[in-house]
């Protein structure tokens, strides 16, 4: 079992920046790829961007150059780094965690972010 928690939405200007945090725990040994999703109200969540074990990052077209995933080993800990936001970004954000000894992905309870304009 892994747990995960979000942490640092909030409410910030466009063009401003934010960073979220997603803490885990629990069998996290067997955890291959950890990644940052995002859903508004009525439509699908989508991918945002993901991190591997090794460390190489994917990203949505919609946030490259803007969004940057990194991860603190020490701390069990995976961040969002999100820069020059756009009222467009406001969504909740979940991260997510696949276990590949069990093929099972873990979902975090979410965090809102809210972009004014």
């Known amino acids: 079992q892994v747990h995960l928690v979000e942490s640092g939405g909030g409410l910030v200007q466009a063009g401003g920046s934010l960073r979220l945090s997603c803490a885990t725990s629990g069998s996290i040994f067997s955890i291959a790829a950890m990644g940052w999703y995002r859903q508004v109200a009525g439509k699908r969540r989508e991918l945002v961007g993901v991190i591997s074990n090794s460390g190489s990052t994917n990203y949505a077209d919609s946030v490259k150059g803007r969004f940057t995933i990194s991860r603190d080993n020490a701390k069990n800990t995976v961040y969002l780094q999100m820069s020059s936001l756009k009222p467009e970004d406001t969504a909740v954000y979940y991260c997510?965690?696949?276990?590949?000894?069990?093929?099972?992905?873990?979902w975090g309870q979410g965090t809102q972010v809210t972009v004014s304009s």
């Open positions: 997510n965690a696949f276990d590949i000894s069990i093929r099972f992905t873990y």
